[in-house]
């Protein structure tokens, strides 16, 4: 029969290795972002936030960059682990709508 | 609890029929929304409350969804005359004060529905 499969884009990466996941925003009048680590059957957990005065933000272990030039956002993962591995997303806030929109979603998969 | 609680965690529901999804925010909590996410998908803004200013309904996808927030404190989605396409999780989130950009917006586990 026919089957609905994940159309997410993935990273995978040695357990021990630096991770960098990527999301592209839309609205330039954006001026909070946050990335959620959501694992399967769960709802999306907080990890690091950022306001758009910032370019940097450091938290345990992740990195969240942001480059208002571009409309780019990162969040790096030092040393990754196996319990990392999750399904992040990316989302914006703030101009002229309090709605928090979400990217699409990247699945981190990680290698022992 | 600590964190934004929703029921019933799964609900399989025959089309046609209506359902009602409850969420209670993290205490003194003002802003509330909701999502829906589809399996294997991003998450799908539906609406938000704001202490007691109108609600942001504008993600709501047919009229056949409706949400409400009694007393600043819970929230029901409803979805009348369910269709197999409203087969999703609904997520509901809430936050200190949405205006105040910035305060970190907290998600429940979800309430997965199924139509059949």
């Known amino acids: 029969g026919e089957s609905v499969g994940l159309h997410l884009p993935t990273l995978s990466v040695q357990e021990g290795d630096n991770s960098i996941i990527n999301c592209a925003y839309s609205n330039s009048a954006s001026d909070y972002f946050i990335w959620y680590k959501q694992e399967s059957g769960k709802g999306p957990q907080f990890i690091i936030d950022?306001?758009?005065?910032?370019d940097k933000r450091q938290g345990q272990r992740v990195t969240v960059l942001l480059n208002k030039t571009v409309k780019h956002l990162s969040l790096q993962i030092a040393a990754t682990q196996p319990g990392d591995s999750a399904v992040y997303f990316c989302a914006e806030k703030g101009g002229a709508t309090n709605k928090l929109i979400f990217g699409t979603g990247t699945l981190l998969a990680v290698q022992p | 609890g600590a964190g934004v609680s929703q029921s019933p965690s799964n609900k399989v529901t025959e089309k046609g029929k209506d359902v009602e999804l409850r969420c209670d925010p993290i205490?003194?909590?003002?802003?509330l929304y909701w999502y829906r996410q589809s399996l294997g998908q991003g998450l799908e803004f539906l609406i938000y409350f704001q202490g007691n200013s109108a609600p942001d309904k504008s993600g709501l996808p047919s009229d056949r969804f409706s949400a409400e927030r009694t007393g600043g404190s819970v929230s029901t989605l409803t979805i009348q005359r369910t269709q197999q396409e409203d087969s999703a999780v609904y997520l509901c989130?809430?936050?200190?004060?949405?205006?105040?950009?910035?305060?970190?917006?907290?998600f429940g586990e979800g309430s997965w529905l199924t139509v059949v």
């Open positions: 989130a809430s936050s200190p004060d949405v205006r105040n950009s910035g305060n970190t917006i907290y």
């Open positions: 205490s003194g909590h003002t802003a």
């Open positions: 950022i306001r758009s005065n910032m």
